[in-house]
């Protein structure tokens, strides 16, 4: 079976499960897996990968509107060489002081791949589930979406020509502040909430699921990040990467449409409303057509 069927299988056997965190007396603990071949392009420096390793669990910490504690990671490689374990650490410290956690450490394992495994650590009295989105609400999404495909591109072209130029600016590209803080605003507000690692396309049809509704989505308001559009040949394979490639850490949430724009000034970054609740006989709609197919994503987060 392929990782989506393993998860439901798992879901089946495992209760409360389905969230992007497990919420256990206030303290919200998750983890995630991240290997060389599938998640570090060629040209990703040490300290990128510390940065996004630990990320993408405290990105699953911010979907549940929780604050950040503590994070650590389990480093595996071939071999230990001082440079990069020391970038290592300070990508992973540098992220977690961002959003105001810890880096508290880990654990060193020889293995034939560079891999990470990390757990992140929070706290929060009203987890936001994947569950809650109503009728009539706004379904919504933080910052733009495209930056991980645009990197990927650079780092390609970073590995064919030798541009160091590109693979420095790739580096950039996948390193992404967690929505630490703009989850705990949305919290008191959400209705249901998860982040997009696995792209918006197959967020959006995981909080269907979840939640028992349907949504219909305007393309045009989708935010497409300028780096992909840079690396795209134009507007239809830019809005393709933003919204099937995935592990972009932004935060889809359903917020009632009446508190849209107290929302917007609380939360502190960009927020764009790109589509709306329905009932669950209204499947998923962009630009009022059933879409043909869920979409692609690089990886399941």
């Not at 060489?81 to 880096?103: K, Q």
């Not at 967020?203 to 045009?220: I, Y």
């Amino acid at each position: 079976m392929d990782e989506r069927a393993a998860l439901a299988l798992l879901e089946g056997e495992l209760h409360p499960a389905g969230d992007d965190a497990a919420v256990v007396d206030g303290l919200v603990v998750t983890t995630d897996m991240l290997h060389e071949r599938t998640d570090f392009p060629s040209g990703t420096t040490r300290y990128t990968a510390g940065w996004r390793s630990v990320g993408a669990s405290l990105s699953d910490v911010a979907a549940m509107g929780a604050s950040a504690t503590a994070a650590v990671a389990a480093y595996a490689a071939p071999e230990f060489r001082e440079e990069e374990l020391l970038a290592f650490v300070r990508g992973a410290r540098d992220v977690c002081e961002a959003v105001g956690g810890e880096y508290v450490g880990g654990d060193l394992d020889g293995h034939d791949e560079f891999t990470v495994a990390t757990t992140a650590i929070g706290r929060t009295d009203d987890p936001v589930p994947r569950s809650g989105a109503r009728l009539g609400d706004a379904v919504c999404v933080t910052g733009t979406l495209g930056r991980s495909a645009a990197a990927l591109e650079l780092f390609r072209r970073g590995a064919r020509e030798d541009d160091p130029d590109a693979r420095e600016r790739a580096n950039e590209l996948f390193r992404f502040e967690p929505r630490i803080a703009a989850g705990r605003a949305l919290a008191s507000h959400a209705t249901a909430m998860m982040d997009s690692s696995d792209g918006l396309a197959r967020s959006l049809h995981q909080l269907a699921e979840a939640s028992d509704c349907g949504f219909a989505v305007d393309s045009a308001a989708i935010p497409v990040d300028e780096a992909v559009q840079s690396v795209s040949e134009n507007d239809d394979e830019a809005l393709e990467r933003a919204t099937t490639f995935g592990e972009d850490f932004e935060l889809v949430v359903t917020v009632p449409e009446a508190e849209l724009e107290a929302v917007r000034e609380a939360v502190g970054v960009p927020l764009s409303r790109v589509g709306g609740v329905v009932g669950p006989d209204g499947g998923i709609t962009v630009d009022d057509q059933a879409p043909a197919g869920g979409g692609k994503t690089h990886g399941e987060g």
